[in-house]
């Protein structure tokens, strides 16, 4: 099996897109089979060593950076198992990228409907995250298409776990108290009465095993899509339309407020003057008479309403959307900040109340503070960002994002809807789960990971798990 | 000013695969698209009637699905849209094609400007906006990069592989351009409804007064021969080491082959 110690090499494996620093390792292994996964996880286990799985390393939340012991790097498992055109099924392994799988699925006219915007992403990282994509809103995260993964534990035991088995409750014999809400979430480890035992190692962020399989759930690709771009006067329109719209047969349902368009606008001149929102949204059969008619009741221009109905033009209307993140991204790196930013999603009918609540805080302070909202609003699911202009606003950014958790926690939402917890929330999580919870969380994790290795420092700080 | 700009329905060539048996296209289950250079030609003429006023008229020949193609056209902002199909129009080259297209605009425009894409990209021959001007008898300029029109005559840039040329030419004439010249734009919702519901005109060989000895396969002259994929070419050498090292392996290398 290739063991490296060379520290050049070892560089590349300490990063990903959160710019969390300070990650160390003592050296990094590439296993080309699970045999040789198995005798890396009982090495590890019987000297006490770290061991920290490596993915695509496009996480946000400092998931995949070691700090001390081994690095467990998937990269070398990388073939695609089986597509099954019958069953509409694909078994892949974890590094497997979801780009790679998209390329075999095309020819086949099948589509593997999660889509977390990184397409480098490893399909074993998005199910260790949980990851979610603007298609979310119709097909739900990655745990709705994955029917089976296979786990090597840190023990050196292997098991299969399949859906539909194995109750979670039924494997851990402590009482949990927690429950995860019923909503967007990939916070913590999912678990409530009913929960599939699946479901749990599912944005379980590599904690409790490494996934070494994946089987996935398929469907035919859709080609009579069209994607249209309309701009408000008001965020209020937008709001009111989006909800309108919400029950109709569409696919993505995103949302930017004013000043995302403002962000926007040095690239996208053409974005209308004077908008106050935006709503981009995806949408398979529905009829454009009836549409046009529900914009104009919203006051759009439909003059002014993008419409991509070829592969070009909803590319261009993808990219407008991608551009977002890139633009605010940028933002931060000019002011020399790291990125403060919500991943909160709560129940549809709270979702006024925590915009509101979002509006009231962000112009409440004095400062410089910038920020943006933008993101999933069909799951009530919005990005704030904050870009703190000057040493001032730091305090300001931090303790702002910190009420926006306590707020959506206070009406059953969650601190983290799609990016997981990582290194870098785990202050957001206590105050979802309370202290309770997060024991609870750690009794799981010494449950299935007796030796307390895998993924040290990842949901809950490693000091617990003394 | 009146702009008459022509299009052809292309296959999506990101979309097309080719039979490695005859190395031709397979056409079957490809989406069709206005060829991408056309869609430039179309955005210019919008961009000048914006700034000049006027009428955009777009013109296609091909079969009754290149209707799909004109809808476009009207989504993103076109006045009129026409489509020249007759059976009798099968097998056309470039030389009939520009025939055909050259009496359609002659029967249908008071043209003061008439676009074209450099080419179109499943053909790549260059040859029909030329062609047009030819029949019309009128100037041409090809590779448009910009185009300023000034009353009764355009300056135009060209891009040309080493420098850009700077043309004047009398209107009316026809232009072809190039893909930098502009970014398509995004239809708009209103536009699209309006291209749902338009009856698209179509007008025979008869209609548009063509001579039928030099339409369709009778009136081409050309002959295909032969089709095949070029030889692919030879894979480039990665050199790697210290930037000394490279150097001096890249001057040995280009001095073996005497290049310096
Ligand atoms: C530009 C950009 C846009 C993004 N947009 C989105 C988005 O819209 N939605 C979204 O949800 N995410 C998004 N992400 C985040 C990212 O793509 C996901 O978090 C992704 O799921 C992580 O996959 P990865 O292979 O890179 O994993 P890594 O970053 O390498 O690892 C992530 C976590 O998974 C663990 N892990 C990886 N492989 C395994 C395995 N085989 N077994 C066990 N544990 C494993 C790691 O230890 C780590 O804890 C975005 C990222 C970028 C850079």
Redesign the pocket.
Known sequence: MLKKTDPAVIQSYLE??SNLSGGFADGLFLPENEKEIIEITKECSSKAIPL??????????G??IPFGGWILG?EKLNKIIDINQKSKTAIVQ??VTLDALDIELKKLNLLYPPD???A???I??????N????RSFKFGA?RNWIKRIKVIFSTGETQNIERGKLLASKQIHNNLSYKTPNIKT?AGYYYNDNSDLIDLFIGS??TL????EIEVNLINRFHDTFDIIAFFKTEKDAVDFAEQIKTSDILTLEFFDHNSLGLLRPAYPQIPENSGAAVYFEAEALELDQLAQMLEKHNVKLEESWLGTNDKQKEELRKFRHAM??HINEEFKKHNTIKYASDIAVPDDKFREMLNYYNSQLTSHNSQLFWVKFGHIGQNHLHVNLVPKTQNDIPIAKETILKFVKKAVSLGGTCSA???I?KIKHEYLQEMFGLKGISEMVKIKKHFDPSRIL?QG?IFPRELLK | MEIAVCIKQVPDTAEVRINPETNTLIREGVPSIVNPFDENAVEEALRLREKHGGKVTIITMGPPQAIEALKQTIAMGADEVYLISDRAFAGSDTWATSYTLACAIKKLVAYDLILCGKQAIDGDTAQVGPGIAEWLSIPQVTFAVKIEVDGKKAKVERLLEEVNEIVEVPLPAVITVVKQINEPRIPSLKGMLKAKKAEIKTLSAQDVDADQTITGLKGSPTRVVKIFAPPVKGGGEIIEGSTDEVVSSLTQKLRERKII
């Open positions: 990903d897109s920290t799985t490596s993915g695509g390393t496009t996480g946000t939340t998931g995949c998937t974890p590094a977390p915007t990184e480098t992403a490893f074993g990282g998005t199910a260790a995250t990851a979610s994509g603007s990655t990939s962020e590599g095993g490494i996934i070494t993140p890139e799609e990016h997981g990582g993924n990842n």
